[in-house]
Nanobody
Framework: QVQLVESGGGLVQAGGSLRLSCAAS????????MGWYRQAPGKQRELVAG???????NYADSVKGRFTISRDNAKNTMYLQMNSLKPEDTGVYYC???????????????WGQGTLVTVSS
């Protein structure tokens, strides 16, 4: 199968920075769109940023100009650089990938287990 593992979450003061990583492993043929989602306490999961295999990006309005999504296709890894963090950025951040892989080979939507980001005021 295909697995996603996030890392890089933690506690940071408002105005600080964090960099999240998401590494894909397993039986992967290709990874198409990848994205970062977050879920704040008591709220629905929302898209933070997405990136295609060609590098086209999109961002939620709330993070534009502060967050940068990128990926290294050779390493099957995606990143989220988060700057000027605000308390409202607090939540569990999940990595998502639309991939072709597994045995038998098929289209897959894969989620990571999540990494907690806490921004203190």
């Amino acid at each position: 199968q295909v697995q996603l593992v996030e890392s890089g979450g933690g506690l940071v003061q408002a105005g600080g920075s964090l960099r999240l990583s998401c590494a894909a492993s397993g039986s992967i043929f290709s990874i198409n769109t990848m994205g970062w989602y977050r879920q704040a306490p008591g709220k629905q999961r929302e898209l933070v940023a997405g990136i295609t295999s060609g590098g086209t990006t999109n961002y939620a309005d709330s993070v534009k100009g502060r967050f940068t999504i990128s990926r290294d296709n050779a390493k099957n890894t995606m990143y989220l650089q988060m700057n000027s963090l605000k308390p409202e950025d607090t939540g569990v951040y999940y990595c998502n990938a639309m991939a072709v892989g597994g045995l038998p080979v098929r289209y897959l939507e894969v989620w990571g287990q999540g990494t907690l980001v806490t921004v203190s005021s």
